[in-house]
T-cell receptor, first 111, second 112 residues
Framework: DAKTTQPNSMESNEEEPVHLPCNHSTISGTDYIHWYRQLPSQGPEYVIHGLTSNVNNRMASLAIAEDRKSSTLILHRATLRDAAVYYCIRPIKAAGNKLTFGGGTRVLVKP | SAVISQKPSRDICQRGTSLTIQCQVDSQVTMMFWYRQQPGQSLTLIATANQGSEATYESGFVIDKFPISRPNLTFSTLTVSNMSPEDSSIYLC?????????FGPGTRLTVT
């Protein structure tokens, strides 16, 4: 079961940080956490992934809880372009990293 | 990274007809995936297509309705057969490089 749980939506003001939580309480020791986002009228795009340690890249940071049952995607300074649906996913490695998309979190950024 | 193109970008089709969607990747990849995104919904995986083998379909999707071809490592097609209005969706292909998936821009299909 690769289920994750996310809030349906979140709002943020432009230039402020956004913290997007994800619960994955059934995660196993070797499951990665991936985040994708889907901008309006586009296909999803990869954001970041991690296993145990916190991860940073040019788009975002990923903070993974010590017990790995939850994680938080951090957008440090939201811009209007960051308005999208953000998906927290546990790829199924045994099936070629198959992705199962849940409902995701719709992020609204207010100017 | 991988750049993916899809053809057509959109189409309007009559019920009972079939449409073949093409997915072209700019590099050789082993795994390709086909997804459907119904209006206002999240993505649902239709099937996984490996070159040289039969596609693997997810629960609720069958080969007769969604036949897939994977003739080489850079190309795949998905056919939506005997279409009904319920097939109106965006169809997307993606590829996996072992770390992340790259998605095509999608094909928006409307069935009247």
């Amino acid at each position: 079961d690769a289920k994750t749980t996310q809030p349906n939506s979140m709002e943020s003001n432009e230039e402020e940080p956004v913290h997007l939580p994800c619960n994955h309480s059934t995660i196993s020791g070797t499951d990665y956490i991936h985040w994708y986002r889907q901008l309006p009228s586009q296909g999803p795009e990869y954001v970041i992934h991690g296993l145990t340690s916190n991860v940073n890249n040019r788009m975002a940071s990923l903070a993974i809880a010590e017990d790995r049952k939850s994680s938080t995607l951090i957008l440090h300074r939201a811009t209007l372009r960051d308005a999208a649906v953000y998906y927290c996913i546990r790829p199924i490695k045994a099936a070629g990293n198959k992705l199962t998309f849940g409902g995701g979190t719709r992020v609204l950024v207010k100017p | 990274s991988a750049v993916i193109s899809q053809k057509p970008s959109r189409d309007i089709c009559q019920r009972g007809t079939s449409l073949t969607i093409q997915c072209q990747v700019d590099s050789q990849v082993t795994m390709m995936f086909w997804y459907r995104q119904q209006p206002g919904q999240s993505l649902t995986l239709i099937a996984t297509a490996n070159q040289g083998s039969e596609a693997t379909y997810e629960s609720g999707f069958v080969i007769d309705k969604f036949p897939i071809s994977r003739p080489n490592l850079t190309f795949s097609t998905l056919t939506v057969s005997n279409m009904s209005p319920e097939d109106s969706s965006i169809y997307l292909c993606s590829v996996d490089n072992g770390y992340e998936q790259y998605f095509g821009p999608g094909t928006r299909l409307t069935v009247t």
